[in-house]
C-alpha cells in the first residue's frame, strides 16, 4: 500500500505536470470506485491545486474536490500524449489539451475509493486523521502527548491514524528498527530517551524514503528499506537475521538483537501473553 512517503512524492509529481489544465470529461469506467452520489460533470474546472493529506490524495478543481486513496493496488498515470488505456483504468480525466489523469487498481479485491464533493465539502474519514508527521507543527511535545493519550503497541500506536496520518504496515516497521524499540512495547513504558528517538526516528525514516522515491523516479520499488520485506537477510546494523511474525492483519519485521533484546517474539496469532 502506498505510504505517506510515496504519496507525497506522487502529489509533488502530480502538481507539476496537471496544475491549471482545464478538464473536458471525467469518465468513471468502474462505478465501484465511486463513494458518494454525484451526477453533475467536472468539464470547464481546472486543477487549482494537490495536496496530500495522510494517505489521501486531494485533487481541488475550481468548484470541486476529488479525493482518492489508492488502497493496497491502486495506481495513478499521467499520460502526455494520449494512449489506449489500460483495462484495470476505474477513472479518467480527460484535459483540454490531450492530455489525461489514469486512476487504475490492479487485481479483484475493488478497494480504491473516490469521493467528489462540492469544494468547501469533506469526508468524514478525512476529518478524523490525525497529525502530519512532517508538519512544523508536529513538535516532539505533542508527539510525547499521543504516546500517553494511545497506551497502545508501538506499532498499531504508529499506524492509528487517527493519531499520526500516513504511516502504514513497512514505514512502522523501518521505524521502530532506526529507533530500536520492540513493535510490541506499550507506549506509557517509553522513557524520555525512548520518546525522543521515537520522534527522531519517524521524521528521519520518512523524510530519507520521500529522498530515496523521488531519486528513483517515483517508482513504488522499495528497494532501499532496511528491514521490511526482508526476511532472512542480515541486520544491516548489527548482521542477526531480520525476523518476522504474523500479527493483526499484516507481517511486522524486526532485529531480535537490535528491538528486542536479543528475544524472538511469538506469533501473535497464537499467544498474547508477551510484549
Sequence with gaps: MPELPELEVLQRRLLCRIKGKEVEQMCILKPYVLKNYFTRKLAGEKIENIKRRGKYLVIELTEHKIILHLMLRGS????EVPEKIRGSAALVLKFTDGSLLEVSERGHKKRVSVHILAGNESTARLQSLGAEPLASDFTEGLFKE??????????TFLRNQSLIAGIGNAYADEILWHARLSPFKNTVH??????????????????????EIEKRGGSEKRDFLK?????????????????????????????????TGGRKLKDRRLSKFYR
Excluded: M, N, W
Excluded at 542477526?240 to 528491538?259: G, P, R, V
Design 76 to 79: 495513478i498515470r499521467f499520460l
Design 146 to 155: 499521543l504516546l500517553l493519550k494511545s497506551r497502545q503497541h508501538l506499532k
Design 190 to 211: 517509553l522513557d524520555d530517551r525512548e520518546a525522543k528517538r521515537l520522534y527522531c526516528a519517524v521524521r528521519e525514516v520518512l523524510k530519507r524514503a520521500i529522498r
Design 227 to 259: 528491514i521490511h520485506g526482508r526476511k532472512g537477510f542480515a541486520c544491516p546494523r548489527c548482521g542477526e537475521d531480520i525476523q518476522t511474525i504474523s500479527y493483526s492483519d499484516s507481517e511486522t519485521y524486526y532485529c531480535a538483537k537490535c528491538q
